[in-house]
């Protein structure tokens, strides 16, 4: 089973059920049999509580509209703690979520996302976390990969998957690399040579995931760094599906 770890939803023009429709379509035709979805269409850096609610509703009509092939993940805005725990609440407890989205509201490593990180180790669930490591400078609360390694010792019982793997997914790849509990995905950025081959050899073909960031990037052009890397057959079902298989228990 082919699965992407990393998708959102769609804006633009028709309803959202259209919209989502379409990143389906898209998938079919690449053979991609399910999607990990979060955020909405809001887009807010440090959205409140009513935003995120809304975000996560729209990823909620997703997957109830298609269950067999959307998965939802919870977006947080660490900085409002005790509505963050609620929402765990509302979406994983009470379902259908399988799992939490961090983006650019706080850095990882920070306080109030160790309380996040508690709950999802009793409920055993992942953290996504997006990361990019800029030329030019991080957003002011983005993470990198060195504040994921930071909470990942901190709580070495969650998984914790590394969005982008910072961008610079060399780099990225060496930082968290002494620690177990954390995947490095694949998604957004050039398809460039080796990105696959070198987290395979650095990291372990267990702990590399496939996501694309879809549809802020395409669906073809970060898969094909999966299914073009030079690696064995085995390694490939591993990172197209068989590891975040593994880590939603599925």
Known sequence: MVIDCHVHVQSGQGTPEDRMGYLLAYADRLGIERLCLSLGTSRDQRPTPETVRADN?????AVERHPDRYLGFCYLNPCYLRESLDEIERCIVDGP???IKLWIALQCDQPNVDPICERAAELGVPILQHTWIKVMGNQPWESTPREVAAIARRHPEVTFICGHSGGNWELGYRIVQDLPNVLCEVAGGDPELGQTETGVAMLGAERIVYGSDAPG???????SKVRGADISETDRALILGGNIQRVLGL
């Open 97 to 99: 979520f399988v799992g």
């Open 217 to 223: 990037r395409s669906f073809a052009s970060q898969i």
């Open 57 to 61: 509703d729209m990823v909620r009509a």
